[in-house]
Each structure stands twice: as structure tokens, then as C-alpha cells.
């Protein structure tokens, strides 16, 4: 039931982009996609609902393709602040379940 | 401002003894989340309560009891059924099914 990301953990130079995936074997109401730093709690990024929209937060964005049950995450022109680990969480069903099942997580190291 | 607020931050617990984690939001939020993270691992759901004296298990329950008497606060005690109760614990709660969920700063429980 938990979804999959991929990939596990990947290094970049500042300036270069990186995509991270999120797929579930369900059928998904929503995902969530969260960046946590070491020690600290996970900070929201966006949220994305079914119908295949695509959201932007600065240079960071997200698509959601519901025929697939699968987003992916878009970090653009990646900064040093940019580390950390991302999580996305699932919402199955009709989302009246308020429950998110999250996946392992990708490590994103972000060097000068 | 609104937050979540968890304590304490560290926690220490003896074999055989109960430990309650507190959980409490000024956000008015409805739904309520606990979950446990493991090093290097992605957040589990322990227990979850979508409306006041309503809650459900999540993935691990066992070991773990919540009560929710009053909107703002959700505890989460770690019973001595609970053999490895080490990890980080972080608390959440959400406004809608369409809206993200706010974390708390976690605590983090050892045994002694």
C-alpha cells in the first residue's frame, strides 16, 4: 500500500534539476509532497488532487496523472537549500478518509 | 500564532513504564495525525482522529493508545507492550481533505 519513489537519493550541483517520482498501485484521491530536514519536522510543498493538474511553488513543481497513479515532483535550477529529505504522502478513495500513507522518501543533496 | 504545539521535545522511557507524548493545535483543525519515524524511514501512521471522541488505528497501532477528548489536543501514550519505542514522533493536524497537514516539531523517545 505504500507508494514508491524513486529515485532513493540523488546529488546535484547547484543550478541543476532533478525529478522525483511517486508512484501507488491504488487508485489515489491526492498527493501531498512534503521536504523534511534532518531533525526537523516535514514542511508542506503542494498539494495535488485528482484530475491531472500540475501545480508550481517558486521553482519547484508537480504533476499528478491519475491514469498512471503517479506524480512526480519538478525541482528547478536546484539551490543549497534545496536538501533534504522529500516524502510524498497518499490520499486513496474519495479523500473522505483524511488518512495520507506516505512513501520512504528520496534523499536530495544539493553540493556548491 | 497558530501552530502545533508537542511536547516535550526529548523523552526518556524506563522498561515497563507508560510514556505520554502531548499533541495540541490552536488551528481549529477537525482531523488530528501521530505518526513514527524511524531513521532513514518515511512516517507510519500510528493513530488518527478526524472529529472529537472519534479515532482509528493507523498501520502500527499496537503498543500505542490516543484519546481525543477536546478539539486542540490529541496525546498519544507509548505503553510498555510497545518493545521498541525508540524513534521520532511527529503529530499533525488538517482542516480539510483538500488542505495540507500541519506538523508539529516532534518528539524524540529513547529508552533509558
Known amino acids: 500500500q505504500q507508494p514508491v519513489q524513486s529515485p532513493q537519493a540523488v546529488i546535484l550541483r547547484e543550478g541543476e534539476d532533478a525529478v522525483i517520482n511517486c508512484s501507488s498501485s491504488k487508485a489515489l484521491y491526492s498527493v501531498h509532497w512534503y521536504r523534511q530536514k534532518h531533525g526537523e519536522a516535514p514542511v508542506f510543498l503542494m498539494i495535488l488532487l485528482k484530475g491531472g493538474e500540475q501545480k508550481g511553488h517558486e521553482k519547484i513543481s508537480a504533476s499528478f496523472n491519475e491514469k498512471k497513479q503517479q506524480s512526480s515532483l519538478y525541482l528547478t535550477a536546484s539551490q543549497l537549500s534545496y536538501s533534504g529529505t522529500y516524502f510524498c504522502g497518499t490520499e486513496r478513495g474519495s479523500g473522505n478518509t483524511g488518512k495520507l500513507i506516505f512513501g520512504q522518501g528520496t534523499t536530495l543533496q544539493v553540493k556548491p | 500564532d497558530g501552530g502545533i504545539t508537542q511536547s516535550p521535545k526529548y523523552l526518556f522511557r524506563k522498561e515497563g513504564q507508560n510514556v505520554t507524548l502531548s499533541c495540541e493545535q490552536n488551528?481549529?483543525?477537525?482531523?488530528m495525525y501521530w505518526y513514527r519515524q524511524d531513521p532513514g524511514q518515511g512516517l507510519r501512521l500510528i493513530y488518527y482522529s478526524q472529529i472529537v471522541n472519534d479515532f482509528q488505528k493507523g498501520d502500527i497501532a499496537e503498543g500505542y493508545s490516543v484519546s481525543r477528548e477536546k478539539k486542540e489536543s490529541f496525546p498519544l501514550t507509548v505503553t510498555s507492550a510497545q518493545k521498541n519505542p525508540t524513534a521520532f514522533y511527529l503529530c499533525?493536524?488538517?482542516?480539510?481533505?483538500?488542505?495540507?497537514?500541519?506538523f508539529g516539531d516532534g518528539t524524540r523517545l529513547s529508552i533509558l
Open positions: 488551528l481549529n483543525h477537525d482531523a
Open positions: 499533525a493536524s488538517r482542516d480539510r481533505v483538500d488542505q495540507p497537514q500541519h
